[in-house]
């Protein structure tokens, strides 16, 4: 079956300038989750949603970054007013009931100039 | 709280040599251990996982870990790398609790020489 999918695969973008990334989960998927891989680094939690309950955001580093999830589906990742620094690849996953076993999309390059 | 150690930041080896690559783990219990492994400009995929029972979890590609209690520490192993297994692997630990986030390694680079 169809796995995660994320788009753009990369993004370009001016410092200030707002972006959003897209995540599609596995279908049938009740938990999906955003992560950040900056350059060299391990993967950092941002936000968690599990079916219908308010989102686990512990892990956004700013008020700049917001998350939606729509019909417990399709998810959002909004960066406001990106900086420099918010250059990384965005890593989506998803993970059905039960076992938390996370399977990831691709990932989105996003490049802030 | 929950941190992930993989003490090799870069390992090189021989095709055809055997591999073993470190993880050690805090937690304050077992954790859920994963082995992901990222290819260059790919995401990341689920080579094998432990979440309980046999200590030594077999996974996709030839590869197998052993989780050592004693150790804390969840090392992945191959006995003959091929040229295809270049890329970087990750551990990862999870709460066995509720299915929130991992806590991933900085992970390891293998690169494979011929």
């Known amino acids: 079956g169809a796995g995660v999918s994320q788009s753009p695969s990369n993004k370009v973008t001016e410092k200030g300038k707002d972006v959003e990334l897209r995540c599609d989960p596995i279908?049938?998927?009740?938990?999906l989750y955003w992560y950040r891989q900056s350059l060299g680094q391990g993967l950092e939690f941002l936000i968690y949603f599990q079916g219908n309950s308010a989102p686990d955001k512990s892990g956004l580093p700013s008020d700049r970054f917001s998350a939606e999830r729509t019909g417990g589906s399709v998810s959002t990742l909004t960066i406001q007013r990106t900086q420099q620094e918010d250059s990384a690849v965005y890593l989506c996953a998803s993970s059905g009931a039960g076992r938390q076993t996370q399977y990831f999309g691709p990932g989105t390059r996003l490049l802030v100039l | 709280a929950q941190s992930v150690t993989q003490p090799d930041i870069h390992i090189t080896v021989s095709e055809g040599a055997s591999l073993e690559l470190r993880c050690n783990y805090s937690?304050?219990?077992?954790?859920?251990l994963f082995w992901y492994v990222q290819s260059p400009g790919q995401g990341l995929q689920l080579l094998l996982k432990y979440f309980s029972g046999d200590t030594l979890v077999q996974g996709i590609k030839g590869f197998e870990a052993e989780f050592k209690r004693s150790q804390s520490s969840f090392n992945l192993r191959k006995p003959s790398v091929h040229w295809s297994d270049a890329a970087e692997y990750f551990c990862a630990v999870g709460d066995p609790r509720g299915a929130n986030n991992l806590f991933f390694g900085t992970g390891t680079r293998l690169t494979v020489i011929p």
């Open positions: 937690y304050g219990a077992t954790p859920y």
């Open positions: 279908s049938g998927h009740t938990a």
